[in-house]
């Protein structure tokens, strides 16, 4: 079963923000087979721009695979894949930090995986409620989970670096979490120049009130009037696929999540 444009109804958007001189995050829109992606290349670091190209590029290559299982395994292959060419980038640059962060969004056969490492998002809205359904790769997230810090001491904290990332080591570590895709989701894909203006809740209301690339273009325009301090990436992917029976076992063979 292959996804059609039909199926689903998407938007995207990137911009460099009112800061930044150039524009470091890349996002991915293959609708023909069920993936969307946003890199955001790491900031002050050498060839930000160049590592998120990568990323997008290796995605960009996947072909058309005849499973949902398939079509992640392929996804983690060019992740891996890309992982290698930034690395071997930053051997030709003298050994200069090159890195990226990934978040991945695939849906087949009435399931999703969300694969990534560092800090870009990805969100889930249904039911009139949002759900992060990625966790950051941060060095505050990390705070939050020992309970050293809560999410209101870190709301305004000066900086975050990320602890996973795509080009940093040789065995990069991705996370995956797979769940039940319904007719009227919602996913919204997004670099942390969205989030750091825009709070989940009002990722909510534009995403859930208005058509994705309409919702896109608000949320840009929010984040631009807020200063828009860094790069700013939003992919939105709304599910019209008819219900469908759903197998006993997830065609991802992975656990559903909640």
């Not at 060419?85 to 930090?97: F, K, M, N, P, Y």
């Not at 505050?140 to 990320?162: C, F, K, Q, Y």
């Not at 570590?173 to 989940?200: K, M, N, W, Y």
Request: charged share 25%; with cysteine.
């Amino acid at each position: 079963m292959v996804h059609i444009p039909s199926l689903f109804e998407v938007g995207s958007i990137t911009h460099a923000g009112r800061v930044r001189e150039r524009n470091e995050d890349s996002c991915l829109v293959r609708t023909d087979v069920g993936l969307w992606a946003v890199a955001d290349g790491m900031g002050g670091h050498e060839a930000g721009d160049l590592a998120s190209r990568i990323v997008v590029q290796s995605l960009d290559a996947i072909g058309t695979p005849e499973s949902a299982a398939d079509l992640l395994a392929e996804c983690e292959e060019r992740l891996f894949s890309a992982n290698r060419q930034i690395l071997a980038l930053s051997q030709e640059r003298q050994g200069a930090t090159v890195g990226t962060t990934a978040a991945v969004l695939l849906v087949r056969d009435g399931y999703y995986a969300c694969i990534w490492a560092g800090d870009s998002r990805v969100y889930l809205i249904n039911r009139g409620g949002i759900n992060q359904v990625s966790h950051d790769h941060s060095e505050l997230e990390e705070l939050i989970a020992e309970g050293a810090l809560s999410r209101e001491d870190v709301r305004d904290w000066p900086s975050n670096a990320i602890t996973r990332a795509v080009g940093v080591a040789d065995d990069p570590e991705f996370e995956v979490v797979t769940g039940p895709a319904e007719p009227e989701d919602i996913f919204v894909i997004c670099s942390d120049g969205l989030t750091r203006h825009l709070q989940d809740d009002e990722i909510l209301q534009h995403a859930a009130t208005r058509s994705a690339q309409a919702a896109c273009d608000d949320m840009l325009a929010a984040a631009l009037d807020r200063g828009g301090l860094d790069n700013v990436t939003i992919v939105i992917v709304r599910l019209l696929m008819p219900r469908s029976t759903e197998p006993t076992r997830s065609p991802l063979n992975r656990e559903p999540q909640p």
